[in-house]
């Protein structure tokens, strides 16, 4: 896997291609020119897979494809609705010919938010076992999303056990403690635009203290800005206020912080 550039370890640009394409006619060059040369994608449903297989035409070398059913989506289907949608995404996933361009397979996890669970818990739950056995089987990396659930997740994952021990966790959000149940296992901790708000004391304290070896740096661009940025507005050349301020938290440079949070996603995402 040849990247030129740093890495944006997960954004939402297939779902910037779907609401305000022309939006990328200038992103992807102002990321481009301030050395961001790769955007590993986060998937959400089968109509995000197809813009992603898109955008990857559109840059070939530029998009590392990630298929997955994210947590909103699965809350939004009853189990019934969703079986066949994980079929389709099992079907994608065996395809050897397209696995050699799938990078991840993910969103996978929880989000256990009021909005998510009322009717959606038990999907989420299901969505997240059916695809911890789809990376077991074609042993592709995992992307997480956990969003109020951690201990959830992690008694899932360990009931299910999978041999498959690879991939990241994206914009996490809880503490020091809880990373090591990922980190020991040799997971990438992602952390992006929540880490540039002063006031988030609890991503500013696992920035500061998470082994380097386990860190990668996201924007999830178009969503979770950094302060200057609105939401659904966030380009991804921000991932430069990510680094800078993990820099200043770590007092290392910020495109040092930049080259090991490539050299980490490498090592887990990249292939020979
Ligand atoms: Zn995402």
Redesign the pocket.
């Known amino acids: 896997m040849k990247i030129n550039g740093h890495i944006d370890s997960?954004n939402?640009l297939a779902k910037v291609l779907g609401t305000a394409p022309d939006l990328l006619e200038s992103w992807v060059p102002e990321a481009e020119a301030k050395g961001i040369g790769f955007f590993m994608q986060?998937g959400i449903d089968p109509d995000d897979w197809q813009r992603q297989i898109e955008l990857q035409a559109r840059f070939p070398n530029q998009i590392g494809l990630c298929f997955g059913v994210h947590p909103y989506f699965a809350a939004s289907k009853t189990i019934d609705e969703l079986d066949p949608i994980l079929d389709q995404l099992a079907r994608l996933l065996g395809q050897q010919q397209k696995r050699d361009t799938i990078l991840a397979i993910g969103?996978m996890g929880l989000d256990f938010r009021p909005a998510y669970t009322e009717k959606g818990r038990d999907s989420q739950i299901h969505a997240l076992e059916t695809q911890i056995e789809l990376a077991d089987f074609t042993g592709l990396p995992m992307v997480f999303?956990i969003v109020q659930a951690h201990p959830e997740v992690e008694r899932i994952f360990s009931l299910w056990a999978p041999k498959n021990k690879r991939g990241l966790l994206?914009?996490y959000s809880g503490s020091v403690e809880q990373s090591e149940f990922w980190t020991k296992q040799g997971f990438l901790i992602s952390i992006g635009g929540p880490v540039c708000h002063e006031k988030n004391k609890k991503a500013r304290k696992l920035a500061a203290n998470l082994p380097l070896e386990f860190l990668t740096l996201e924007t999830?661009s178009p969503?979770q800005p950094p302060p200057a940025y609105n939401k659904g507005e966030n380009p991804p050349k921000t991932l430069w206020e990510v680094a800078k301020t993990i820099g200043e938290l770590r007092n290392v440079d910020a495109e040092e912080i930049l080259a090991i949070s490539k050299q980490n996603f490498l090592r887990v995402f990249g292939r020979a």
């Open positions: 997960h939402h986060g969103e999303h994206h914009s999830d969503d």
